[in-house]
């Protein structure tokens, strides 16, 4: 019976150099960045809670959900 051929690892190890400059390249996330994306989802927990307690419009509750999806939507290019 013939026996197929082996495959190709797909995982090759990169080389030292390209690893530097891959690291290099994504500088950390400014101070602003951090402070923003905390303050929308901080400020839409509190819209939320404020929409309950105080027995405003749904538009509140809206804008709040908003507020906290942008909020965890940063999160996704923090460094």
Same mark, same amino acid.
């Given at each position: 019976m013939p026996e197929s051929k082996r495959r190709k690892p797909k995982n090759r190890p990169q080389s030292? @150099? =390209?690893v530097a400059a891959a690291a290099k390249a994504k500088d950390p996330s400014p101070t *602003?960045? !951090?402070a923003l994306m905390a303050g929308l989802m901080g400020l839409g927990v509190i819209l939320v809670l404020l929409r309950f307690i105080m027995d405003w419009d749904? *538009? !509140?509750l809206l804008a709040g959900? !908003? =507020?906290i @999806? #942008? #909020?965890f939507l940063m999160t996704t290019n923090y460094r």
């Open positions: 030292k @150099a =390209a *602003w960045y !951090v749904q *538009w !509140v959900l !908003v =507020a @999806a #942008g #909020g």
